[in-house]
């Protein structure tokens, strides 16, 4: 009897270890900044843009946007934004003033809200976004050593993820962004 206590006591730990820090939404440092591949943007397309597909050299294309910390922005100068991270009950969102890049402050935002989604069995490899009449669409690439999916997450982690996004984009009144969509790999994500 005292043997399976000791082998089942450490697996009650680890279980319960792992749904309590399931929920939780971390801290976003103000000390790291998104570091983007060169040419990444934020872009607005036109409704008939082409695709990923198809080439245009003059249309504006969003390009994948790793999510990385780092300690500088490419220009070295910041900007304050808004972003809005889940309370510890996924009831209601808190928001934090932060530092991002002046050149690319929505995509800075992303990247810190992305950054505090990483845990150790649900990663994102990047992302693209673009903006299209006043619509935000953030295109989600999961990391390949990535155990878990998107439509693993529970409750609360999507709201922290999808709720979290969507509230800092629309609050952040200069960007005039009215909604945003969701999609994996261009397929729409649905909730």
């Not at 082998?7 to 309590?20: E, G, H, M, V």
């Not at 998104?34 to 409704?47: G, R």
């Not at 990247?111 to 903006?131: H, N, P």
């Amino acid at each position: 009897m005292n043997i399976k206590i000791k082998y089942i006591f450490p697996l009650i730990i680890l279980a319960f270890s792992a749904t309590i820090s399931s929920c939780s939404s971390g801290d976003i440092s103000d000390n790291t900044a998104l570091e983007p591949l060169p040419n990444n943007s934020v872009s607005s397309q036109p409704e008939n843009s082409p695709t990923e597909n198809q080439s245009s050299s003059n249309q504006p294309s969003a390009t994948e946007t790793p999510i990385t910390a780092s300690s500088q922005t490419t220009s070295g100068k910041t900007t304050q934004v808004t972003l809005y991270t889940s309370d510890d009950q996924c009831q209601d969102f808190v928001s934090k003033q932060t530092s991002v890049s002046a050149d690319e402050p929505m995509n800075g935002a992303i990247g810190k809200i992305l950054e505090v989604q990483d845990t150790g069995d649900f990663s994102l490899a990047g992302y693209r976004a673009t903006v299209n009449n006043g619509v935000a669409t953030i295109d989600l690439r999961i990391a390949p050593e990535s155990k878990r999916q998107i439509a693993s997450l529970s409750n609360c982690e999507q709201f922290a993820l999808f709720g979290s996004l969507r509230k800092t984009l629309t609050s952040n009144a200069g960007w005039n962004i009215k909604d945003v969509r969701f999609t994996e790999q261009g397929q729409e994500i649905v909730f």
